[in-house]
């Protein structure tokens, strides 16, 4: 795929791009995400790490501990803190990049949306995107291509 989508943090310290559209979108309506982001949900665009190229800046890390357990990584703009992408589990084969960050937040919609049972009561969500009230089968929503990206990312 020759898709770019670039994007950064708020003061523009830290700018990306994403060298291929993403395996997928989760929009997460989880009280995590809702507490970490202070909105009602947050939108991932699920990418392998080598996908992204890093124009400017370095992003620092805060290290959170997901609503599992797993440790949750935050990356942000050193200068306005503003969080780019996540990394869930310290899985280094790919990341979760904030699509509220790219030039043009609209490139990329949700696929799915997840934990829907702590959403917000008013937001409405379209009758085509899968929606569940926790998580779902990955291989059964992933398109194969997407698939065989994962395994090559993760394993
Ligand atoms: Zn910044
Ligand atoms: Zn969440």
């Known amino acids: 795929m020759s898709q770019v989508f670039e994007g950064g943090c708020f003061c523009k310290s830290v700018r990306y791009r994403l060298n291929s559209a993403p395996m997928f979108v989760h929009c997460c309506h989880c009280l995590n995400?809702?507490?970490?982001?202070?909105?009602?949900?947050?939108?991932?665009?699920?990418?392998?790490?080598?996908r992204i190229e890093l124009l400017a800046g370095v992003p620092v890390v805060t290290a959170l501990e997901g609503g599992d357990g797993?440790?949750?990584?935050?990356?942000?703009?050193?200068?306005?803190?503003?969080?780019?992408?996540s990394d869930y589990g310290r899985r280094p084969g790919w990341r979760f990049v904030r699509v509220g960050t790219l030039d043009d937040p609209?490139?990329?919609?949700?696929?799915?949306?997840?934990?829907?049972?702590?959403?917000?009561?008013?937001?409405?969500?379209?009758?085509?995107?899968?929606?569940?009230?926790?998580?779902y089968d990955v291989k059964q929503l992933w398109p194969a291509a997407s698939l065989q990206r994962r395994r090559a990312a993760v394993g």
């Open 33 to 50: 995400c809702q507490s970490q982001t202070g909105s009602a949900f947050v939108i991932n665009a699920i990418i392998e790490t080598e």
């Open 70 to 85: 797993d440790p949750h990584d935050i990356y942000r703009c050193p200068d306005c803190l503003c969080a780019i992408w």
């Open 106 to 135: 609209t490139a990329l919609s949700p696929d799915v949306h997840i934990f829907t049972r702590s959403k917000q009561p008013w937001v409405g969500l379209p009758d085509n995107v899968p929606a569940f009230e926790v998580f």
